[in-house]
């Protein structure tokens, strides 16, 4: 069965957010993008059970989720990370994610436990609800409350922004804070 | 829309017991929506516009092949 005009437009619609998430996952764009094509493929073969009429995001996110999850686990397993080395990949690559001033971003962000990382990428930045982040991740709504705040809490230690004498000109992430209509 | 942001924190404002205040939560948040952003301002890549089309030609096929059998 072909796919309606109307599911067409809603998966890409959904499609830089997803890359967005999947990149922020990942820290890589090539395997965010094979991430968000395998999960498009996954969902075309299963467009029947997408129900009409429910969130078309929050099913494909629900989807790229899992599959970067077991090929997280299926990572672990096959490569020992013993040594952090794939935790080392997610914040050694700047070029990868292209701007240079979200570096220091990117980096605080790979420090955050994947669970904590997972949700606040949800609620924080993907638009999404308690209620929609802890069906997507399969737990509790005060499970994702609690890991947003705690990756929040972090995230503002990391980069120093709760401290008002840390505020200097040269800083790319606080100058984004501070910046004034698009670059 | 990112005009008129305070570049100061007021330390005095941060809540005991290590809650961030409003002022800190809402600048993490226009971080995370400002890296968002930049990588949903490139629009949707060719490659899954094509990858959807050519599902569709796919099954449009197979659909008439069904249909004149």
């Known amino acids: ?183 | 829309m990112r005009s008129n942001v305070q570049t100061r924190v007021d330390v005095q404002a941060r809540r005991p017991r290590g809650r961030l205040s409003r002022e800190t939560m809402n600048k993490l948040g226009k971080v995370l929506e400002a890296y968002f952003d930049d990588v949903r301002s490139q629009g949707v890549p060719d490659r899954f516009k094509e990858l959807l089309q050519q599902y569709n030609k796919d099954h449009a096929r197979q659909d008439n092949d069904k249909g004149s059998s």
């Open chain 1, 1 to 183: 069965m072909t796919l309606a005009a109307s599911v067409r437009e809603a998966m890409l619609a959904a499609v830089p957010s997803l890359r967005a998430f999947a990149i922020s996952l990942s820290g890589n764009v090539d395997r965010a993008d094979d991430l968000v094509q395998e999960t498009l493929l996954r969902a075309m073969a299963n467009i029947d059970s997408f129900q009409p009429g429910t969130n078309m995001s929050a099913w494909l996110f629900t989807i790229l989720r899992n599959l970067f999850r077991s090929e997280y686990r299926k990572r672990r397993r096959e490569v020992e990370d013993t040594d952090g080395s794939y935790a080392e990949s997610l914040k050694s690559h700047p070029e990868q994610h292209g701007r240079l001033e979200f570096e220091e971003f990117r980096a605080a962000l790979a420090k955050l436990p994947p669970d904590q990382r997972e949700a606040l990428l949800l609620v924080g930045a993907s638009g999404f609800s308690y209620e929609e982040a802890a069906a997507i991740c399969e737990c509790a709504v005060g499970t994702i409350k609690s890991r947003v705040n705690r990756a929040r809490t972090r995230l503002a230690e990391l980069l120093a922004i709760d401290s008002a004498d840390d505020f200097g000109p040269d800083q790319p992430t606080r100058a984004i804070m501070t910046a004034s209509g698009p670059r």
